[in-house]
């Protein structure tokens, strides 16, 4: 949340459409992991690779959307953010790429 707290205030919305942000990011994060699962069980044994956008791509993203759909192992790699990277811990990301 704190993550999508600074991207919002950042494009300096008010805090009703904030709510509705946060709710379109759920949704858009089910979509996509429907489809994902969807392409998963129709291509046993493939590996896949998705590029999403890094709020998508964090663990509360997609990857925790698509456990509703398939108990794949997965991990994520996740581009660098507007934020502390000292503030990302194991349930974000598995890996985090730091631009210095």
């Not at 709710?23 to 699962?37: F, K």
């Not at 509360?60 to 000292?86: A, E, F, H, R």
Request: hydrophobic share 40%; net charge negative; with cysteine.
């Amino acid at each position: 949340m704190d993550h999508l707290v600074e991207i919002f205030q950042y494009k300096g919305n008010t805090d009703r459409s904030f709510y509705f942000f946060c709710e379109a990011q759920v949704l858009w994060d089910q979509s996509m992991a429907w489809y994902l699962a969807e392409y998963i069980k129709g291509n046993p044994g493939r590996k896949v690779i998705v590029l999403a956008g890094a709020i998508h791509a964090w663990k509360y993203g997609i990857p925790k959307q698509i456990q509703k759909y398939t108990s794949n192992n997965m991990k994520v790699i996740v581009p660098d953010l507007p934020v502390d990277p000292k503030s990302v811990n194991e349930n974000d990301a598995d890996y985090l790429i730091i631009h210095s």
